[in-house]
């Protein structure tokens, strides 16, 4: 099994950035493809960001495509979401998740608890 901990949200005014960290537990974290979703009030949980086991592909919701970024550390059992020129529109709980299937969908095995991000314009 594998145990997920978001961190790294929090409130930034509109054009900032923040970087989200997602630690993983277990001995075979290389082996899962790891996903970014988020959850805003009302609205249905959507990936945003996916990433293959070694890193070789990866996915983008359009809305955020050239402003975040996912990444893996392997070694440090930690999947990353770099966000910058954030919007209001960004403003959410996000999630990680982990799972052996490719691609990523809201059915993944493993979900952390999620970390808020809030947007001010």
């Known amino acids: 099994q594998v145990q997920l901990v978001e961190s790294g949200g929090g409130l930034v005014q509109a054009g900032g950035s923040l970087r989200l960290s997602c630690a993983a537990s277990?001995?075979?974290?290389?082996?899962?493809?790891m996903g970014w979703f988020r959850q805003a009030p009302g609205k249905e949980r959507e990936l945003v960001a996916a990433?293959?086991?070694?890193?070789?592909?990866?996915y983008y919701i359009d809305s955020v495509k050239g402003r975040f970024t996912i990444s893996r550390d392997n070694a440090k059992n930690t999947v990353y979401l770099q966000m910058n020129s954030l919007k209001p529109e960004d403003t959410a709980v996000y999630y990680c998740?982990?799972?052996?299937?490719?691609?990523?969908?809201?059915?993944?095995?493993?979900w952390g608890q999620g970390t808020q991000v809030t947007v001010s314009s």
């Open positions: 998740s982990a799972d052996l299937l490719w691609p990523v969908r809201s059915t993944s095995r493993y």
């Open positions: 990433m293959t086991t070694r890193g070789i592909g990866t």
């Open positions: 277990g001995r075979t974290f290389s082996a899962y493809n």
